[in-house]
């Protein structure tokens, strides 16, 4: 163990040595980059150096403006600090590491510091500072995937009762299209009543009582609006910043931008209930960004993350022993041929037996009072309940630092029936928001985690008929306006912020775009949505698209 | 190859490393001008382009400093660039200004200079300013080949150019990998699989010096050739077996795939593999070959959720159909230019369209593959058939009474037949084919053909409206009836009678609402009814009065008997008079595209209420005339007509529709078909790249960059393929030879593989880029010659060992002075498993198969889509032909960075991660080969003496994973495990039924496959070094 412990200030000294003599043109460096929490998690990171084109910024002189150069940049520096590393690993180490010694390396870093052992986390995931303080450090996304009608939740418009059964003047409606009825459809007034709650005096709908009670925590964007007017684009555009798929998502952004604070779960981790998903998985893709940060969905049944079990009849002590030989076998090699890429190989395969170790227990739901679990009305093993458990398990999953938890919950596409259709949608869920919210609060989490509801966009004030498809009673996509709510981290509690028009149809005040929620989530986590960029096909793409779109200062804290 | 003649030869050449790469320091010296394309245009490029370049719509102040003209251009008294003479140079100045509204780059943009840049800039004007060519656009020449030092080393050209960079840098070549490393690295390398021991040893002790050589001419002949290199270039392609978007439904596509493979296997010249991929429609007398290969464009995502606008999401295929030739053959970010003008290479908004629309003008069709094997199983089964037809009347039931049973089954069939044929001659009435005079549309095209029946082509929406219009003149009677018939044809989707092709049926049609007038007046409908209706989708009915009831929502469809004609009839309150003109109005209106494709309209003077029948029109038209007018063949067409339908014959019928059903369908693969050219699509600029904000309209041509090297301007999808491969496009020869430089190296010489515009890394042996591109066309452009030289130079062959000292001068690779060192791709990493274990099937080609993986992965995608694992041979199958969903990759090669057939490309990612850690130690379709691997070894190394077969069995493993034997002290570890193993299993801690995953398991066979599992993981097994 001495002689580890001498490895492990050999790294450090020499890594400051690699300052001294880096053959770097020093202006190109910013000093955090040699602060010891970036160093020591990528000093292996041969997988960063693969994804760059550092020696294209070295010739060409690019401006240093966005993470991905700061990434390159660090890429170099790492580059450098990686063979400082490997000389020291060879010519004082040795090859003949023994096994204690590597365990010691890999498992985690010292006891009681937030940093740990050098190569203990070499990974692209490795955390990285902000732009600027961030108020959030991590994202629960509650995506209600079909598109909840706002009309008949958040967005009270006595108006359409009125004029239920007529058409909407044709000026409002010109030019617009849709997915399923033609514009000139008739009028559907509300389907439930609506009252005014808490000291902020949100007005909501009968059908979410539970919202209702934490009111004062939340705030609304009622004057959100979209691009797109089918599921499958739209809600690709909330996830990715494009209708289109195959661009990074929100996720993979943040997982790229900021690195990950678990180092025993995947940073981006997808939480699925209720019916079908239009978007799929391009919704969780890293895109054009380093596959490793896309995100990993949990599964529904058998194991939470695909293979962390070991195989039937293999125990821990197998598995560790199986380990133990690969990476004995690796370290052999590492020292005959020298590729560092296979230190990576001997980290992740570290990282796996962790992961695999932990899974159980995080999934273990009996370790949380009933109290709790009441609470959210979740209930283990029980499908119908799955919301409620997913909303229980990304609080797990926020304490554990995994920092972007993505839970769809698909169902909300009522094109019939809106009203049964909401009032069995708000049974599943009403009652795990609030519960996530609370609970997130009584334990201090809620000043440092944001939280998003919200769908990919709204429903038309026109009522939804066809016989062909046997719908009534229903509306149709209407990606005009439509209502988001956030609370948490970053969030100024209480806001109601943007109205649409007396039919509910277009944005009367402070329209928010798609691309100005996602500049607004970035914000919080202390991100400039215009300087994380990735260049891909030429371009300097961004999640938040090339308009000028921008956080929403009135929802700000 | 004589070398030492060949550098002779190249005496006295000056050849100078001209690439800045790896100078951290790009400055030039200082008694140097700095070079436009190596140092200035860099810092222009990144500084200053972006508001001065070619985007003439963000130009800031009408300068631009793209070209000499423009940076010279007067400004009002000053010049931006004054040649010669920087100090009245008005960019120096303005970079050198404290004054925050002068200084340049603003400092609000971002964007900063360097005192070294200004420097190299202030020295490149001193020295005249002089702008040149991107080397990218410069067509290649052939550059003689460098001297070297040291001369034994180089084998080819390519190791001359290598070693001459070396040498100037102080650097010397790795030795030559060993010959175990070097077997697996040129196996995995030309036909993505590994040697096995058997074929390892044969090279390693092959003592003819030209073993190497012919080992490699034996793998490039090897079928197996063309899967691997077919993988690479379905990335390029976008290939996949779903449609993507919210269903992503399964697609046909596959002949394409197989298409590829059959041309990398028969070496087919890349000029025209190029043009029968982008164009093998257009040319003359395409063959079924060349018109499968065009699927390369229809890889592009098919959006089939309802609801959407078809013409939206055709767009957005157009557009990375655009995007893709640019990457793939230009090596150009040209899908920058979708939205405005490129902001750093010569690509203009105009020429972004124009190149669109060379690629705009085809339809999208079905292509049915009549393969020999099918068709062959189809005329045994058809002859069945008609034999059972020609047997029908003789099953006839007998009438019960005297005579024989021939007399009375005689007796009985016409009793019946004439009872039918009087109902159907008092049912049938006389139809007269109404000619249109003129047929309007809100967009597809209809045109009357010879049976008088109308065809729709051209694009379709979803909503629909023909607008017909019918004279009356040539009836002799006011008409009280018409009659539409809709009719299959093997031009429309799955045979018609509809054109729906994405979210309904294929072939299905949903027919809203017919208005009618005439002479101007209202006509109205009393009564509709129709041979047959059926609606797909939904809970409707496909009444036939719904076409009347003023309801949008309702309509007529025949879903599910797509192929085959069917008949509506309405009938007229008041008859309308034989004259003047009928004009008819269909809408077509639902949430996906589905207007009918073939149609014809009758009308009739008869009296009564006629009804639609399903008797086919001529039969009813015979039926209808006078029976003394009836030849012997229209007698026997009824009565076969009669068989086919007669209660009676139910039950002998039921053999001829099995027979039926059991018809095998000839696979169809997705095509493109140029439009005819009475009906060309128009292409337009789209304002900002969207859809909805169509511009002037645009004549298809080469962007104007490219112009003055070609001597014809392309103007259509051929022209522009020939194109692509000719002269007039500079990029071709150095974009493909760096694809393949990629394969083999991990790197391309142009590191950005799919952008060698001005944004892109300059390539770090631009002389050999170039000569290697002169090559390959010289060598009639052959890939597998490409692959050849490569493989069989010194600089492929080094060592991929790496030295703490090759790390600090070169930890890239950039100069080459080692071998290739990668974990595989994806497939391979399954394929060079599934090899190991014995399991693997050699069959080339056909449909995509279903290896094993939990149905949780697919559940996540729409529809709670299922995983049909498949059973037998198909079940290990090379992972090419892994059916590829897009919306729920196969879990196993997703986590090895396979890409999901979404975008084009050029370049995966190379990951290691713990997921990929967990999916070889845990997935069920690996421990599957684990086990097989191990049950070889323990099979193949019987137990006589112990510990001889222990070490027998452990080399046997290693080497079917690693091909080269272990040492020692590896061999001992391997031992070890399995000792420690094989005891707990022998006391009962570990349980040998679960691990051999079978019932009579023992703990001898359960510790070798435990063995085989982690030597499975072993880096080395994964790598290609």
């Known amino acids: 163990m001495d002689h580890v412990g001498s490895c492990d200030h050999e790294l450090r000294r020499n890594h400051h040595e690699a300052v001294d003599h880096t053959v770097f043109d020093h202006t190109v460096f910013d000093h955090t980059v040699f602060d010891h929490t970036v160093f020591d998690h990528t000093v292996f990171d041969h997988t960063v150096f693969d994804h760059t084109v550092f020696d294209y910024i070295a010739a060409t002189g690019r401006a240093l403006d966005s993470i991905d150069v700061r990434r390159e940049q660090k890429a170099m520096n790492t580059e450098f600090l990686k063979l400082q590393t490997r000389r020291h690993f060879f010519n004082d180490c040795g090859v003949g590491l023994g096994k204690i010694a590597l365990a010691s390396l890999l498992s985690g870093g010292a006891a009681g510091s937030s940093i740990a052992a050098p190569a203990s986390r070499p990974s692209p995931t490795s955390p990285q500072p902000p732009h600027f303080p961030a108020r959030a450090k991590r994202v629960i996304y509650l995506f209600m995937a079909g598109a909840p009608s706002q009309l008949e939740l958040f967005d009270y418009k006595p108006k359409l009762v009125e004029l239920e059964g007529k058409p909407i003047p044709p000026s409002v409606v010109k030019g617009q299209r849709y997915a399923f009825i033609q514009p000139d459809a008739a009028v559907l007034a509300p389907r439930f009543r609506f009252k005014k709650h808490g000291d902020s005096g949100a007005e909501l709908s009968e059908m979410l009582p539970h919202l209702a009670g934490i009111v004062d925590d939340v705030s609304f964007v009622r004057s959100a609006h979209t691009d797109l007017f089918n599921h499958s684009p739209a809600q690709l555009f909330v996830n990715t910043g494009s209708g289109i798929p195959g661009r990074p998502s929100m996720g993979s952004w943040l997982s790229y931008g900021l690195g990950s604070e678990a180092n ?62 690969i990476q004995r076998q690796n370290r052999k090699r590492l020292g005959v041929v020298g590729d560092p890429e296979i230190l990576t190989r001997i980290n992740a395969y570290e990282m796996a037996y962790r992961m695999q170790t932990r899974a159980p227990e995080l999934m273990d739901f009996s370790q949380e009072t009933a109290e709790t679990v009441s609470m959210y009305g979740a209930e283990s ?177 | 190859m004589p070398i030492e003649r060949f550098l002779l030869g190249c005496a006295g050449v000056v050849w100078l490393m001209a690439s800045p790469v790896l100078c951290a320091d790009a400055a030039p010296r200082p008694d140097q001008v700095p070079s436009f394309n190596r140092d200035v245009r860099p810092i222009l490029a990144s500084k200053c382009f972006e508001c001065h370049g070619p985007d003439e719509e963000s130009r800031e102040a009408d300068l631009r400093l793209d070209t000499r003209e423009g940076a010279t251009a007067d400004l009002g008294g000053s010049r931006a660039l004054s040649p010669g003479d920087p100090e009245s140079s008005e960019m120096v100045a303005r970079m050198l200004s404290d004054d925050p509204d002068e200084k340049m780059p603003p400092p609000d943009s971002g964007k900063s200079l ?95 010096p030209q073993a190497y050589e012919n080992l490699v001419d034996r793998l490039l002949r090897s079928k197996h050739y063309g899967e691997r290199w077919a993988r690479q270039w379905l990335d390029l392609a976008r290939y996949s077996d779903t449609n993507g978007y919210e269903k ?75 995007a893709t030739t640019g990457t793939l053959w230009m090596g150009l970010t040209v899908g920058c230019a979708q939205c405005h003008s490129h902001k750093y290479d010569p690509i203009t908004h105009t020429d972004y369209y124009r190149m669109l629309a060379l690629l705009d003008n085809a339809d999208e069709p079905d292509l049915s593959v009549p393969y020999p094997a099918i068709a062959k199983d189809r005329e045994r089964i058809e002859a069945e058939i ?139 409908f009393a009564s509709a009814s129709a ?138 693969t ?44 392309p ?41 060698f515009g001005t944004q892109a890394d300059p390539p770090t042996h631009p002389e050999l880029l170039d000569w290697l591109a002169r090559e390959f066309v010289e060598q009639g452009w052959s890939l597998k010659k490409l692959h050849r030289l490569i493989v069989t130079s010194a600089t492929y062959r080094q060592s991929s060992r790496v030295t703490t000292e090759l790390i600090a001068r070169d930890a890239g690779n950039r100069l080459l002075a080692r071998g290739p060192r990668t974990r595989v791709d994806a497939e391979m990493v399954r394929d060079m498993i599934l090899s190991a274990s014995g399991l693997l099937s050699d069959k080339v080609g056909g449909k995509s198969v279903y290896p094993p993986q939990p149905d949780s992965v697919t559940a996540l995608a729409y529809g709670d889509t299922k995983w049909p694992v498949s059973a037998g041979e198909d079940r290990y199958r090379r992972s090419l032909y892994t059916f590829s969903k897009r919306t729920a990759p196969f879990a196993a090669y997703a986590v090895f960075d396979a890409p999901s057939g979404e975008n084009c490309t050029a370049r995966r990612d190379r990951s290691n991660t713990p997921l990929q850690a967990l999916t070889l130690l845990n997935d069920e379709m690996f421990l599957e080969l684990a086990r097989a691997l191990a049950r070889t070894a323990v099979d193949q190394q019987p137990t006589s003496t112990a510990s001889a077969s222990a070490d027998g069995r452990a080399t046997f493993l290693f080497r079917r994973l690693l091909t080269r034997p272990p040492d020692d002290g590896e061999l001992e570890a391997l031992l070890e495990f399995v000792q420690s193993q094989r005891s707990r299993l022998k006391n009962g801690e570990l349980d040998a039924t679960l691990i051999c995953g079978e019932e009579d398991a023992s703990a001898e066979l359960a510790a070798w496959i435990m063995l085989a599992r982690a030597i499975m993981n072993f880096d080395e097994t994964i790598t290609k070094q």
Not at chain 1, 289 to 314: A, C, E, K
């Open chain 2, 114 to 208: 360097t005192a070294a840049q200004i420097e190299t800039l202030s020295r490149w004007i001193t020295g005249g300013g002089k702008y040149e060519r991107h080397w990218a656009f410069i067509p290649p020449e052939r550059p003689a080949a460098p001297v070297v030092k040291t001369t034994n080393w180089p084998r080819n050209e390519i190791d001359a150019f290598v070693l001459a960079r070396l040498e100037s840098q102080g650097l010397k070549p790795s030795p030559e990998a060993d010959r175990y490393t070097l077997v697996r690295r040129v196996y995995l390398d030309l036909i993505g699989l590994p040697p096995s021991p058997e074929q390892a040893d044969a090279f390693v002790l092959d003592r003819d």
């Open chain 1, 381 to 557: 093993g029980n499908s119908k309940q799955a919301f409620a458990n997913n909303c229980l398990l990304a609080r797990r999953l926020a304490e554990r630092g995994v920092r972007f938890i993505q839970v769809y919950h698909a169902g909300w596409d009522h094109h019939s029936n809106v009203e049964g259709g909401v009032r069995a949608q708000c049974r599943q869920t009403d009652q795990a928001c609030a519960a996530l919210i609370r609970d997130l609060k009584q334990r201090g989490l809620l000043d440092d985690t944001l939280v998003v509801w919200g769908g990919e966009f709204g429903r038309t004030p026109m009522v939804e008929t066809s016989a062909a498809l046997g719908r009534s009673m229903g509306r149709d996509h209407h990606p005009q306006a439509f209502t988001m709510w956030f609370a948490g981290g970053g969030i100024r509690p209480g806001v109601s912020l943007g109205r649409t028009d007396e039919l509910g149809f277009h944005v009367a005040e402070d329209p928010v775009h798609v691309h100005d929620v996602q500049a607004t989530i970035l914000h919080c986590l202390g991100i400039d949505h215009r300087r994380l960029t990735f260049r891909f096909r030429g371009l300097n793409f961004r999640l938040t698209g090339v308009e000028e779109n921008a956080p929403v200062e009135g929802l700000l804290a």
């Open chain 2, 715 to 755: 103007t259509n999808r051929l022209a522009f393929a020939r194109w692509l491969v000719s002269r007039s496009n500079p990029l071709v020869g150095r974009v493909t030879v760096n694809r393949a430089w990629r394969a083999l190296f991990g790197n391309g010489l142009v590191r950005t593989s799919g952008d």
């Open chain 2, 670 to 713: 997705m095509v493109m078909q140029e439009r005819p050219v009475d009906n060309p699509r128009k292409t337009f600029r789209h304002h900002r790249g969207e859809y909805l904000q169509t511009r002037e309209d645009v004549a298809p041509g080469a962007p104007a960059v490219f112009r003055s090297l070609g001597q014809d301007e």
């Open chain 2, 531 to 668: 041979s047959y209706g059926k609606i797909a989708i939904g809970s409707g009915n496909a009444d036939a009065q719904n076409v009347f009831d003023g309801n949008g929502s309702t309509g007529w469809s025949t879903a599910e008997r797509e192929g085959e004609p069917h008949q509506l009839v309405l009938n007229l309150q008041t008859p309308v008079a034989a004259a003047g003109d009928l004009q008819l109005v269909f809408v077509f209106e639902r949430h996906f595209a589905a207007s009918l494709g073939r149609f014809r309209v009758s009308a009739t003077t008869a009296s009564g209420e006629p009804t639609a029948s399903a008797v086919p029109v001529d039969l009813e038209a015979l039926l209808a005339r006078d029976s003394s007018s009836w030849t012997d063949s229209d007698r026997i067409a009824q009565k076969k007509y009669f068989l086919s339908v007669t209660p009676q014959l139910a039950e002998a019928r039921k053999k001829l529709d099995e027979l039926r059903s059991q018809l095998p369908k000839f696979p169809t």
């Open chain 2, 386 to 524: 008609v034999k059972h037809e020609a047997e029908l009347a003789g099953q006839f039931p007998p009438a019960s009474g005297e005579g024989s049973v021939d007399e009375r089954r005689e007796r009985k069939l016409e009793a019946h037949f004439t009872e039918w044929l009087e109902a159907e001659q008092s049912r049938a009435v006389n139809w007269t084919t109404l000619r249109p005079s003129h047929l309007k549309t809100n967009l597809p095209k209809l045109e009357l053909l010879d049976d008088e029946s109308i065809f729709s082509s051209g694009d379709i929406t979803k909503r629909d409206v023909f607008t017909l219009t019918f004279p009356l003149g040539e009836l002799s009677a006011p008409a009280t009836a018409l009659r539409l018939e809709v009719l299959p044809d093997e031009r429309l989707p799955a045979g018609g009678p509809g054109r729906a092709y994405y979210e309904g049926r294929k072939g299905d049609f949903f027919l809203s609402e017919i208005t009618a007038t005439a002479g101007g007046q209202p006509v109205t």
């Open chain 2, 248 to 322: 992503d439904r399964q697609r046909s596509i596959w002949p394409y795939r197989d298409w590829v493979i059959n041309a990398l296997n028969e070496d087919m010249p890349f000029d025209q593999f190029t043009i029968e991929q982008l164009a093998g429609d257009m040319l003359p007398g395409a063959m079924l070959e060349q018109r499968i290969a065009t699927g390369f464009h229809r890889n592009t995502m098919l959006n089939e959720e309802g609801g959407i606008d078809p013409l939206e999401y055709r767009f957005y295929a157009m557009v990375d159909r655009v």
């Open chain 1, 264 to 325: 025993d779960l995947p940073s981006f981790v997808v939480l699925k209930s209720g019916g079908s998903l239009s978007g799929g998985a391009s919704m969780w893709s890293a895109g054009f960004l380093p596959s490793t940060h896309q995100g990993v969905p949990f599964r529904g049944q058998g194991d939470p993350i695909l293979h962390v079990s070991n195989p039937p009849g293999y125990d821990m002590r197998a598995q560790r022993d199986s380990l133990d030989l």
